[in-house]
């Protein structure tokens, strides 16, 4: 079954470095999103991604975010300068169509990239 | 983000029914209901959606209100891997608003 891959499955950082998480959607797959889970609270939508730019992006989504699609396959969230308050778990998702009044979307999510900023 | 306002927790018997109930009251005509799951340590996983119509799948039943104001997510028979958080969300534009969901606890 196909399936959205995420690297690194954990990454440890010093605050005011840039990361860089990694994702591969399912191939078929015209969107794409990005959320985070701080530990023990609701997942936060992020951004949603289609055509090479972004659709819609959260509050959270600042200048210090951005997200690309450097090639066919992968889809990538950049943090810039990385805070404290940005370690959580990073899960991407991909979806074959969206609910946005032309159909319906199901996500498919990939298991997660945690991020420690010590 | 359009609200849903779902339970804090449940409990089940394995292998008894379980309904997950679900409020909506600010729905509007165009939003999907969607229901997704979340294991421990995993990330979430669709379980089913609808928008009028009672849906049935492979992993649950969907049962949406006649104002479609509330929905309520039908497992069958509740195994000891269902126990997770559950959220329900409405579909609306290009991304999901995950809320607080209600945790799922399966009693052997």
């Known amino acids: 079954e196909p399936e959205v891959t995420q690297t690194p499955s954990h990454q440890v950082t010093q605050m005011g470095q840039e990361v860089i998480l990694r994702c591969v959607p399912i191939?078929?797959?015209?969107?794409f999103y990005w959320y985070r889970q701080i530990l023990g609270q609701k997942v936060e939508f992020l951004v949603s991604f289609y055509n090479n730019e972004i659709s819609e992006k959260s509050e959270i989504f600042d200048d210090q975010f951005s997200v690309e699609r450097p090639d066919g396959s992968n889809f990538t969230l950049k943090i810039r300068s990385t805070k404290l308050e940005d370690s959580a778990m990073y899960f991407c998702?991909?979806?074959?169509?969206?609910?946005?009044?032309?159909?319906?979307?199901?996500?498919?999510f990939g298991e997660g990239s945690r991020l420690t900023v010590l | 983000d359009a609200k849903t306002t779902q339970p804090n927790s449940m409990e089940s018997n394995e292998e008894e029914p379980v309904h997950l109930p679900c409020n909506h009251s600010t729905i509007s005509g165009t939003d999907y209901i969607h229901w997704y799951r979340q294991l421990p340590s995993q990330g979430p996983e669709y379980v089913i959606h609808?928008?009028?119509s009672n849906v049935n799948n492979r992993m649950a039943s969907l049962a949406i209100a006649e104002d479609r104001k509330s929905s309520t997510l039908i497992l069958h028979r509740a195994t000891l891997r269902d126990a997770a958080v559950y959220y329900c969300i409405l579909g609306t534009g290009n991304q999901f608003y995950f809320g607080t969901g209600t945790s799922l606890t399966v009693i052997p």
């Open positions: 191939s078929n797959h015209l969107y």
């Open positions: 609808g928008l009028t």
């Open positions: 998702a991909s979806s074959a169509k969206t609910s946005y009044g032309q159909g319906t979307g199901e996500l498919f």
